[in-house]
């Protein structure tokens, strides 16, 4: 996908971004090719880019104060971007009216060095000149805290470093190195590279690195591309989306965030600003699933790994409830704080660090956990399958979920000010026995399996008729209830009922008639603490394409899912949520669950191959 954009005029922050990342940071790309949003060392530390969500200007041009790494044409009028075919690698051809081009390659290393991934912390630019006698301007603005400028910055002959309380940055580069520090323009006769990362210095000559690093980063994903098992139809789609969600993996703990940002508004003038930089349990059994589908075995491994770690963990804590989401290494900070360093994206406050979401009582956690770690003992493709030590911690998971199952929480859209008992989160509980039940079985061990679907069975039948409502002749969100919420459409993915049934059916026409909005989907359309929802959640689009393809409704699925794509920004990419009307795209971003919505319906949705010919 090649996108072109007009660069006249003052510059805003938008989602309309690029990612590039190799498993251990990650940096969003802008329309001009600045470098607008990176934390370093990793995902969930303090942004050294941060102009995405402090993006005030000092000059005509739109140049952000701070947070920011801009290689500027002089009197650029068009970029160009694109991805290389089958990779994370992201061409930006920047040209002006006069015949003058240049074309920038940025990625971040990754391939494999002495039997192991290399993945530093470190980003690469690459510019050549395409045509004419371009001039770049190169400004290079990194904040070392939270939208704090750094305590001091030296140079030598081919480096810059900034230097902060915390870390200390490096910009490597035989470009010349005063006009970098200096901000003066320069020509661009011979090919330039721009290495920044960690306060590293370089162990063989600059160009000779950069070319290696590309050529070898290249290899990396095309071959990483190539060995997944994609649908027929919407290829480009799934593969973007599956490179994406890689990106969103941190490679070291096998944890998956919910997003690479944090207070990128769900809808414009809300207080739902939040902090995505961690690993929910929720979306757990869905990564996963969409994982599996895929063939990205060791990704699907090392998550798995996650998620098993989690149990242990909670185990040998003694803890009373199960946290809902975990830093990315399990020992991170999640206490919720806001920063008023950092302006807003657009000027929309608070700016939050950490999410406090994680002290939440969250019953589906239980079920989360279960279904993510029941592939373990099914998929022989895996290098450590599930075992009777897994299955007895999971088993404590299971015990727990019969005791919660019909008890209070904030639910899966994390009510801050109210509990009450949520259909969704019952129904994991359910499934937690159900596929302990299942595992057993497979283990051989005849009395467990006998107990465990004893317990599903008798909690069926207790959830069964509380999330009824007779009158209303649908499924509801709680217990008792009268209201519809988007996850109730995951009860037949989850095997609580049957597609056909048609309690299922009533249940998904009527979320049609009154969550849909156009193409898309409110969570529910209640009040909660910070008023109406006003934009779709984009992966309850998707959970709504999946029912109805599941109940039998194929072709305006499919109708349905062509259009949702169209929501995808220029790169390809999705954050959280759409705006109703105008399809402006809010909330974090990338958002992993939105990606994984897309990869799993394009699978169910697409001919297979053997029908293809």
């Known amino acids: 996908m090649t996108v072109e954009t007009s660069t006249t ?30 934390c370093f060392p990793r995902f969930d530390r303090d942004p050294v880019f941060c102009s995405l969500i402090d993006n005030k200007a000092d000059d005509g041009e739109g140049m952000p104060e701070k947070g920011v790494f801009a ?107 005063s006009y970098v520090v200096e901000g003066i323009p320069f020509a661009v006769e011979r090919p330039f590279s721009f290495f920044i990362g960690s306060d590293e210095a370089l162990r063989a000559e600059i160009e000779t690195t950069s070319r290696e690093f590309l050529d070898k980063t290249t290899d990396y994903w095309r071959d990483w591309v190539r060995s997944l098992s994609i649908p027929f139809e919407y290829q480009q789609e799934v593969i973007r989306a599956a490179i994406t969600l890689k990106l969103c993996s941190f490679e070291e703990s096998g944890a998956i965030v919910a997003a690479l940002t944090t ?73 919720e704080f806001e920063v008023e360093s950092l302006s807003g994206y657009r000027g929309h406050q608070p700016v939050r660090v950490g999410n406090g979401a994680a002290t939440q009582i969250q019953n589906d956690g239980y079920g989360a956990v279960v279904l993510a770690a029941t592939h373990s003992f099914f998929d022989r493709r895996l290098i450590q399958p599930g075992k009777d030590a897994l299955f007895g ?107 056909k049934d048609p309690r299922y059916i009533a249940t998904v026409e009527a979320i049609g008639r009154e969550l849909g909005r ?25 959970w709504y394409v999946d029912a109805l393809h599941a109940i039998g409704r194929r072709d305006e699925a499919k109708e349905l899912f062509g259009r949702i794509l169209k929501r995808r920004n220029s790169f390809g990419l999705l954050s959280e949520d759409a705006d109703l009307e105008t399809g402006e795209l809010w909330g974090n971003f990338p958002q992993t669950y939105s990606m994984v919505g897309l990869i799993n319906s394009a699978m169910r949705l697409s001919r297979n191959w053997e029908e293809a010919f």
């Open 518 to 542: 156009g193409d898309l989907l409110l969570r529910y359309a209640s009040e909660d603490d910070f008023g109406f929802m006003h934009t779709g959640f984009l992966i309850c689009a998707f």
């Open 263 to 335: 207070s990128i508004p769900e809808a414009p003038g809300t207080q739902r600003n939040w902090d995505y930089r961690f690993c929910w349990l929720r979306d757990a059994y869905f990564v996963v699933h969409a994982l599996n589908r895929l063939g990205t075995t060791r990704t699907m491994e090392d998550y798995l790994g996650f998620i098993t770690n989690v149990v242990d963990t909670f185990s040998e804590s003694g803890a009373e409830h199960l946290p809902p989401l975990y830093p990315i290494t399990r020992g991170g900070a999640l206490n």
């Open 71 to 177: 290689i500027e044409l002089v009197g650029m009028t068009r970029c160009e971007q694109s991805y290389l075919d089958n990779t994370a690698i992201l061409s930006s051809v920047l040209s002006d009216d006069h015949g003058n081009a240049i074309e920038i390659l940025d990625f971040a290393p990754r391939f494999v060095r002495f039997e192991r991934f290399f993945r530093p912390p470190q980003l690469v630019r690459r510019v050549r000149r395409l045509s004419g006698r371009p001039r770049i301007r190169v400004v290079l603005k990194p904040c070392l805290g939270l939208g704090e400028q750094p305590d001091e910055i030296t140079r030598g002959s081919n480096h810059v470093r900034f230097v902060g309380a915390d870390q200390t940055i490096r910009l490597t580069t035989d470009a010349p190195i």
């Open 393 to 499: 911690q999971l088993e404590r998971m299971g015990e727990i979920a019969i005791s919660v199952f019909d008890k209070p929480d904030a639910g899966p859209w994390e009510l801050r000010e109210k509990q009450v008992v949520h259909a969704f989160s019952s129904v994991m509980c359910w499934a937690a026995c159900d596929r302990l039940a299942r595992i057993a079985g497979t283990l051989g061990r005849a009395d467990r399996k006998d107990y465990w679907r004893g317990e599903a069975k008798r909690l069926k039948g207790i959830i069964s008729d509380r999330i009824w409502n007779e009158e209303k002749g649908t499924f509801v969100s709680t217990f008792d209830g009268d209201e519809l919420d988007a996850t109730l459409l995951l009860i037949a993915e989850l095997g609580f009922v049957k597609p």
């Open 9 to 38: 005029g003052r510059h805003s922050a938008s989602l309309d971004l690029g990612v590039i990342g190799n498993c251990s940071i990650a940096v969003l790309v802008d329309r001009r090719a600045h470098f607008v949003w990176g």
